[in-house]
């Protein structure tokens, strides 16, 4: 955040229905998980994802590309074979790459994602907790397994100095962060106030509309190419 330069990407899927018109995520995925094609799904996703990322890597080589999965994926017994496979086939540097798992999502199954979770470290993939803080036992799950990286929920970034609960919760984070050694992202940045603070909090990494709303491959890709920093002077 203090230089505004693009060192990643979250890829977030949409559907354009002809008949619905634009259809959130989470009204679709939760369909997708109770019938079963969430694992078709995110393997469109993983493959397009990761050939995506080749692309940006020659011309940003330390560029780096997450994708979210659902929950039930940890419990696919082909899940990490699949994503082995792919990832291999991808000629991308592994570590580059991300898992984004919600931290509502691993509180049932502990054990079942745990070890797949220990799978995808052996792949060196970098894994992240997302909107961290929303969960039910986030901070035990957290110390269970030593995630790369920390993305903090919105709900818990301040809008100003006096909103001292939101400042002493981000502050405690980043003091953990230091303790156990995982990067941090503020999630949500849509004022300059919020960059700030956060960076007053030894926050380095944010993402939000304050430096872009979600944008297609091209328009990205533009942006590299260009050298383009998104950080407001």
């Given at each position: 955040?203090?230089?505004?330069?693009?060192?990643?990407?979250?890829?977030?899927?949409?559907?354009?229905?002809?008949?619905?018109?634009?259809?959130?995520?989470?009204?679709?995925?939760?369909?997708?998980?109770?019938?079963?094609?969430?694992?078709?799904?995110?393997?469109?996703?993983?493959?397009?994802?990761?050939?995506?990322?080749?692309?940006?890597?020659?011309?940003?080589?330390?560029?780096?590309?997450?994708?979210?999965?659902?929950?039930?994926?940890?419990?696919?017994?082909?899940?990490?074979?699949?994503?082995?496979?792919?990832?291999?086939?991808?000629?991308?540097?592994?570590?580059?790459?991300?898992?984004?798992?919600?931290?509502?999502?691993?509180?049932?199954?502990?054990?079942?994602?745990?070890?797949?979770?220990?799978?995808?470290?052996?792949?060196?993939?970098?894994?992240?907790?997302?909107?961290?803080?929303?969960?039910?036992?986030?901070?035990?799950?957290?110390?269970?397994?030593?995630?790369?990286?920390?993305?903090?929920?919105?709900?818990?970034?301040?809008?100003?100095?006096?909103?001292?609960?939101?400042?002493?919760?981000?502050?405690?984070?980043?003091?953990?962060?230091?303790?156990?050694?995982?990067?941090?992202?503020?999630?949500?940045?849509?004022?300059?106030?919020?960059?700030?603070?956060?960076?007053?909090?030894?926050?380095?990494?944010?993402?939000?509309?304050?430096?872009?709303?979600?944008?297609?491959?091209?328009?990205?890709?533009?942006?590299?190419?260009?050298?383009t920093c998104l950080s407001p002077q």
């Amino acid at each position: 955040m203090t230089t505004g330069a693009i060192v990643g990407a979250e890829a977030l899927i949409r559907w354009d229905s002809a008949r619905l018109g634009r259809v959130s995520p989470s009204e679709f995925i939760p369909v997708a998980e109770a019938t079963g094609l969430v694992h078709r799904i995110s393997d469109w996703v993983l493959c397009h994802a990761l050939e995506q990322l080749a692309q940006w890597q020659e011309i940003a080589p330390q560029f780096t590309l997450s994708i979210n999965i659902s929950p039930l994926e940890l419990e696919d017994d082909d899940f990490l074979d699949r994503i082995m496979q792919r990832v291999a086939g991808a000629g991308i540097a592994s570590n580059h790459f991300g898992i984004e798992i919600t931290e509502r999502g691993i509180y049932s199954n502990l054990e079942r994602y745990l070890q797949s979770l220990q799978g995808l470290r052996d792949m060196s993939l970098r894994l992240k907790v997302d909107d961290f803080g929303t969960g039910q036992s986030g901070l035990a799950q957290l110390l269970q397994f030593r995630f790369d990286e920390v993305k903090v929920d919105r709900y818990f970034i301040p809008t100003n100095a006096q909103d001292l609960e939101k400042m002493a919760i981000c502050r405690a984070i980043a003091t953990l962060s230091e303790g156990i050694n995982f990067s941090l992202v503020a999630e949500g940045i849509e004022q300059a106030i919020q960059r700030d603070l956060m960076l007053s909090l030894n926050y380095n990494y944010g993402q939000g509309y304050l430096f872009s709303r979600p944008m297609t491959p091209q328009s990205l890709t533009t942006l590299l190419e260009e050298g383009t920093c998104l950080s407001p002077q």
